[in-house]
């Protein structure tokens, strides 16, 4: 192909993934441009940040780690979180001269020739010998099937597309999901709503306490093993429980936070229990998670028989050319931070020990 570039190093995804994983590859002596490339979909700097609902301010956000290199200082914790991570991705980008290519989709990744991958994009195809995949899960906001759903008469969204709670008033909205997503709907939507209901799979699980360094290395450590037995990720909350803090608690007072069993099926006009219970309702809102968007790679054919991508530290057991960093365990802020250091690492090994064909 004649429109063929080659890199050393593809990076897909400038969220905090990928942006730390740019660093590294800076600091371990590869240049921007001509040694690596960060590919990213996103109209502009922000990473998925950029498309949060604007009353998610800066103080509400759980965990938000600083990346490699630059503390993010003085945020207005009163601002919506869009609006502070933007401004400091974008500084990110400048400061450290990532040079990131966007607006770019990655359509495919397949194996090419002399070792190399091809990467198949909107702005043409990249060779590269690495590819770092850091494309999250924003893209792929998971939506559960149930019987009679697309009978309903009213309005249905995922957490992907919740636009504040004021588009809610005089409402009756049901809440589905058991993430701190939906908690956070919850607690903004009720004093808007004529009522809200909140439902859940599984009954939530509030943690006490800190979540110290402890709870965390164990938490890390049963994603791991699921991404090491080839399964797909599950959702954070699932190992970390929900943290019970003063506006859970007054939630939970309220009657805000009451939470009820999954409903069987959904009706035209709400959603119905198998005991005969029904509930009228004119919004579903599914804060029911995302998924790891990684159908660009299903060329290579990683998925093992259990659905995931079978891993070996940050790279897949079946190819160490890949590397999924804000995979798995490292789908936190923090995590990424340290799976892009460590993913760097294994590349410039990998690439010392097999010499660019000539």
Not at 30 to 38: A, H, L, R
Request: hydrophobic share 35%; aromatic share 8%; charged share 25%.
């Amino acid at each position: 192909m004649n429109n063929t570039r080659e890199v050393e190093v593809v990076v897909t995804g400038a969220g905090q993934a990928g942006l730390a994983a740019g660093y590294h590859l800076r600091r371990s002596g590869f240049e921007p441009g001509s040694d690596f490339v960060v590919l990213d979909h996103s109209p502009g700097p922000g990473g998925a940040w950029q498309f949060r609902w604007p009353s998610l301010t800066y103080g509400k956000v759980h965990g938000m780690h600083a990346l490699p290199g630059m503390e993010l200082t003085d945020a207005d914790p009163e601002r919506p979180s869009a609006e502070v991570i933007r401004e400091y991705f974008d500084r990110y980008e400048r400061t450290f001269d990532l040079r990131v290519r966007r607006p770019v989709d990655v359509r495919a990744v397949r194996e090419g020739s002399g070792g190399r991958l091809l990467v198949e994009t909107s702005d043409g195809v990249w060779s590269t010998r690495a590819l770092i995949n850091a494309t999250g899960t924003w893209d792929r906001p998971f939506w559960p099937r149930y019987p009679g759903q697309e009978t309903f008469r009213g309005r249905q969204l995922h957490t992907a597309q919740y636009p504040g709670p004021e588009e809610f008033a005089g409402q009756r909205v049901v809440v589905v999901g058991g993430g701190a997503s939906g908690t956070q709907h919850l607690l903004e939507i009720a004093s808007y709503a004529a009522a809200t209901t909140w439902v859940t799979r599984r009954p939530p699980v509030f943690r006490e306490g800190p979540f110290d360094e402890d709870a965390g290395r164990a938490a890390v450590a049963l994603v791991e093993e699921r991404v090491r037995q080839g399964l797909p990720p599950r959702s954070v909350v699932s190992v970390t429980g929900l943290p019970l803090n003063d506006a859970i608690r007054q939630g939970i007072e309220d009657g805000v936070l009451d939470r009820q069993p999954m409903f069987d099926r959904i009706t035209p006009t709400g959603v119905d229990w198998q005991d005969g219970r029904h509930i009228d309702a004119d919004v579903i809102l599914w804060a029911t998670g995302f998924r790891a968007a990684i159908d660009h790679l299903a060329p290579l054919r990683l998925r093992a028989p259990g659905g995931g991508i079978r891993m070996d530290g940050t790279h897949a057991a079946a190819d160490p050319r890949i590397h999924l960093v804000g995979y798995g365990p490292s789908a936190s802020t923090i995590g990424a931070n340290r799976a892009g250091r460590a993913a760097v690492r294994d590349i410039r090994r990998l690439l010392e020990r097999e010499p660019a064909a000539a």
